[in-house]
């Protein structure tokens, strides 16, 4: 195994693990409430090969971290960014900051989408 094919495995599994549901999960309905978690995902891989006179060999591997750092509730009896709370989990790294401000700022994009969708 070439340390290209090497990486090109590497990477297949990493794209296996990643998905959008990782970051924002699906919704867990709860009476008139939509509950949704946020998460922050870590990755990190590496390889290499070697050559010897008896031979050569090749290697590698990956892992990823999730950490939650937000749940998101959508109430759908409140219309509009007044209806969406966001509670941050544990101490605010630069991570959970920037979902913070990300998130500070999606009740009013949900509203401006909902506004295109009903011209």
Do not use: C, W, Y
Not at 42 to 71: I, L, Q, R, S, Y
């Amino acid at each position: 195994m070439t340390e290209r094919n090497v990486f090109d495995a590497i990477l297949e599994h990493l794209r296996t693990m990643v998905s959008s549901d990782i970051l924002v999960s699906n919704p867990i309905i709860s009476g008139e409430r939509s509950i949704f978690t946020i998460s922050s995902v870590g990755f990190g891989f590496g390889g290499g090969e070697g050559k010897a006179e008896d031979g050569a060999g090749a290697g590698g591997g990956a892992g990823a971290g999730v950490t939650p750092v937000a749940v998101m509730v959508i109430h759908q009896n409140i219309p509009g960014p007044d209806g969406i709370q966001i509670f941050t989990l544990g101490k605010k790294g630069e991570v959970a900051q920037a979902i913070s401000t990300a998130a500070e700022s999606l009740p009013s994009v949900i509203e401006a989408i909902r506004g295109s969708k009903q011209e």
